[in-house]
């Protein structure tokens, strides 16, 4: 009778703690099955610092999926729209739509809603929601911009320029509302911290043309950046002193399908696409500190997603 196989030595746990922070971001069922081999290996990757160290190693987040709204092409009540995740990964959040909400922004892992169902009418007319855990913070509504013609709104996590974003998904947040009322730009801005909403906290005679919603804002140098009119000026709101200004970018986007960037140094940037092609445009400061425009990259479409000749 041959012996029986003798079992492999456990891994030690300093060694488990090494390898699956390397397991591929763009498959997250492989850190459930992980997690189900034993107690230890399900101890690593519950474990309060494995979010960090995993995103550390793998710096850029993977794309899980996208956010889209979606609604009834039948009705114009914008009670019938609904917030929709789009799965692009094997990840299935726990709810994959938020039914009388729409989706205006998301950073740092949180997505900003808002309840076209209940303008006017309820004091919980925006909401946090975290997709990956389904919690939802309802805040209350700030009135003063109900009577705004035209507003935008952000999220953002509450630290500063300093602020070490890998892991701030459970930290205090702020949202930012820029709108326009009584001819001039106002800001009004919620934290987490203090639970309510700040009184208007800086003011700017507005230019002829309005905000460009179609324009989702934009992070950078510790300040936010919305689209006006067309782009022919992009608002600054300055995140540390709270104040609003209007600075012109200096590159033509007047008509042009435009988006604004975040780049990898943290300074600004946008995105033009013309003709099939994308012009990614990056602000950068030179050797006496003046600040200018530069185009740091031009990418082919066509090629990148395949697109070729079409026949009928």
């Given at each position: 009778?041959?012996?029986?196989?003798?079992?492999?030595?456990?891994?030690?746990?300093?060694?488990?703690?090494?390898?699956?922070?390397r397991?591929?971001?763009?498959?997250?069922?492989?850190?459930?099955?992980?997690?189900?081999?034993?107690?230890?290996?399900?101890?690593?990757?519950?474990?309060?610092?494995?979010?960090?160290?995993?995103?550390?190693?793998?710096?850029?987040?993977?794309?899980?999926?996208f956010?889209?709204?979606?609604?009834?092409?039948?009705?114009?009540?914008?009670?019938?729209?609904?917030?929709?995740f789009?799965?692009?990964?094997?990840?299935?959040?726990?709810?994959?739509?938020c039914?009388?909400?729409?989706?205006?922004?998301?950073?740092?892992?949180?997505?900003?809603?808002?309840?076209?169902?209940?303008?006017?009418?309820?004091?919980?007319?925006?909401?946090?929601?975290?997709?990956?855990?389904?919690?939802?913070?309802?805040?209350?509504?700030?009135?003063?911009?109900?009577?705004?013609?035209?507003?935008?709104?952000?999220?953002?996590?509450?630290?500063?320029?300093?602020?070490?974003?890998?892991?701030?998904?459970?930290?205090?947040?702020?949202?930012?509302i820029?709108?326009?009322?009584l001819?001039?730009?106002?800001?009004?801005?919620?934290?987490?911290?203090?639970?309510?909403?700040?009184?208007?906290?800086?003011?700017?005679?507005?230019?002829?043309d309005?905000?460009?919603?179609?324009?989702?804002?934009?992070?950078?140098?510790?300040?936010?950046?919305?689209a006006?009119?067309?782009?022919?000026?992009?608002?600054?709101?300055?995140?540390?002193?709270?104040?609003?200004?209007?600075?012109?970018p200096?590159?033509?986007?007047?008509?042009?399908?435009?988006?604004?960037?975040?780049?990898?140094?943290?300074?600004?940037?946008?995105?033009?696409?013309?003709?099939?092609?994308?012009y990614?445009?990056?602000?950068?400061?030179?050797?006496?500190?003046d600040?200018?425009?530069?185009?740091?990259?031009?990418?082919?479409?066509?090629?990148?997603?395949?697109?070729?000749?079409?026949?009928?």
């Amino acid at each position: 009778m041959e012996p029986q196989p003798r079992q492999p030595p456990a891994l030690p746990e300093e060694l488990v703690e090494e390898i699956l922070p390397r397991f591929p971001p763009e498959d997250p069922a492989r850190l459930v099955r992980a997690a189900l081999v034993c107690r230890t290996w399900c101890r690593v990757v519950a474990g309060p610092g494995f979010r960090r160290r995993f995103r550390q190693f793998h710096r850029t987040p993977p794309m899980l999926g996208f956010l889209c709204n979606f609604g009834d092409e039948n009705s114009d009540h914008f009670d019938r729209e609904f917030a929709r995740f789009v799965l692009t990964s094997s990840f299935r959040p726990p709810r994959a739509e938020c039914h009388n909400w729409h989706v205006l922004a998301s950073r740092h892992g949180r997505v900003l809603l808002y309840s076209w169902k209940c303008e006017g009418l309820s004091d919980n007319a925006f909401a946090i929601w975290d997709p990956i855990t389904d919690e939802r913070v309802e805040l209350p509504i700030v009135q003063e911009y109900l009577n705004c013609l035209i507003w935008s709104a952000a999220v953002l996590c509450a630290g500063d320029e300093k602020w070490d974003y890998l892991d701030c998904c459970h930290g205090p947040f702020r949202v930012v509302i820029v709108a326009t009322r009584l001819e001039q730009f106002n800001a009004y801005v919620y934290s987490s911290e203090a639970g309510s909403w700040s009184q208007q906290t800086s003011q700017l005679p507005p230019p002829s043309d309005g905000l460009h919603l179609a324009v989702p804002n934009a992070v950078a140098e510790n300040a936010l950046y919305f689209a006006i009119g067309y782009g022919s000026d992009l608002l600054m709101y300055d995140l540390a002193t709270q104040e609003i200004s209007a600075i012109n970018p200096h590159v033509s986007l007047d008509g042009q399908r435009f988006a604004l960037l975040t780049m990898d140094t943290g300074w600004l940037g946008f995105a033009i696409e013309k003709d099939f092609k994308l012009y990614l445009w990056s602000r950068e400061v030179g050797p006496e500190g003046d600040a200018g425009w530069t185009q740091s990259r031009v990418m082919d479409l066509k090629k990148l997603l395949l697109i070729g000749p079409r026949s009928y």
